[in-house]
């Protein structure tokens, strides 16, 4: 499923071979593929297109099909997961750093890299995941990017005992269930009546959920804001204690409002996440490992792509929407 410009549905396009890895890359039969809101940013044209058609999607679950030259740590057959950063320069300062997702010249997957919305994919060997067993394909797939990225915010958040989620989806209800295991206290807030999205936070160990035009029992020690709304900012800001952290996890946010500094005064801390590192991949699945996440999925088949956009667009999706070819 193709993205020929912006604000067009994807197309349906056909190729006449499958792909094949060149020298470090894994050629994956695709087995399901998550629908992530950076990709409806793509298509709604909040991020920038190539000068080319994209195929979306990057939080791929597939089979290794072929082995590009030189690729020794993945074997045929294995079941890899790709995730959103997919190559980066490895020279630059950001790189020696150890601060990879902050590299200018990365590509991403799904964006300057053909994404998972296929039935087969290409993916450079050095950005692919093992993935842990006990999750199925469906179930795999999020943790690629909602996973990853509300575990890199999560991190951004300290130890904060009492922790505010601002948008409910699926990455709040996947580190909500990291948090609540961890002994710390979640707020969920959700689009005002958004009885479904409460519910499930309250059944995955929220200890409070509502609209999130309203003010938490007592301050937060952290916010973390998933939902693309600049409004939010300032809300959460007033939400936390003197000395918290509101962090922002999207890659694109409507404008920011206009704010008192009395707001951000008492050395509050607003941050933003930037996409995220192999090693952060590597400490999550090895958390997901070892606890069982409740991950809450709804199932789309490919060539429905534009349907999961849709309602994910309209606020339709609890948990997760998964393509499967």
Do not use: K
Not at 257 to 266: E, Q, R
């Amino acid at each position: 499923m193709q993205l020929e410009a912006a604000g067009r549905p994807l197309q349906q396009v056909w190729r006449e071979r499958r792909p094949t890895p060149g020298p470090g890359e894994v050629a994956l039969r695709v087995l399901a593929c998550g629908v992530c809101r950076t990709d409806l940013h793509l298509v709604d044209g909040d991020l920038p297109l190539p000068d080319h058609p994209v195929v979306p999607g990057h939080e791929i679950v597939g089979r290794v099909e072929a082995l590009g030259e030189g690729v020794s740590a993945f074997s045929l057959g294995e079941r890899v997961g790709v995730p959103w950063l997919g190559w980066t320069c490895g020279a630059c300062s950001h790189c020696r750093a150890g601060r990879e997702n902050l590299c200018e010249q990365a590509r991403f997957t799904g964006w300057q890299i053909p994404g998972g919305y296929a039935a087969h994919a290409l993916a450079d060997a050095r950005y692919v995941f093992r993935l842990p067993d006990r999750y199925s394909d469906e179930q795999a797939s999020p943790l690629l990017c909602a996973g990853l990225i509300g575990y890199r915010a999560y991190a951004m958040a300290g130890e904060a005992a009492r922790l505010g989620l601002y948008g409910f989806g699926a990455a709040a209800h996947l580190i909500a269930q990291v948090a609540v295991h961890q002994g710390r206290e979640v707020h969920a807030f959700t689009r005002r009546g958004d009885a479904a999205a409460q519910a499930l936070a309250r059944e995955l160990g929220a200890a409070w959920a509502g609209g999130s035009d309203e003010a938490p029992r007592e301050p937060l020690d952290a916010a973390l804001i998933f939902a693309p709304v600049g409004a939010l900012v300032p809300a959460a800001l007033r939400a936390v204690r003197a000395g918290g952290t509101v962090v922002c996890a999207g890659i694109h946010m409507s404008d920011i409002p206009s704010f008192p500094y009395a707001w951000l005064w008492g050395e509050r801390r607003l941050v933003s996440v930037a996409n995220l590192t192999r090693a952060d991949g590597e400490a999550f699945m090895a958390l997901a490992a070892r606890m069982p996440l409740q991950v809450h999925t709804r199932r789309y088949a490919l060539d429905d792509a534009n349907q999961a956009l849709a309602d994910l667009r309209g606020g339709r999706v609890s948990g997760a929407a998964v393509l499967v070819p």
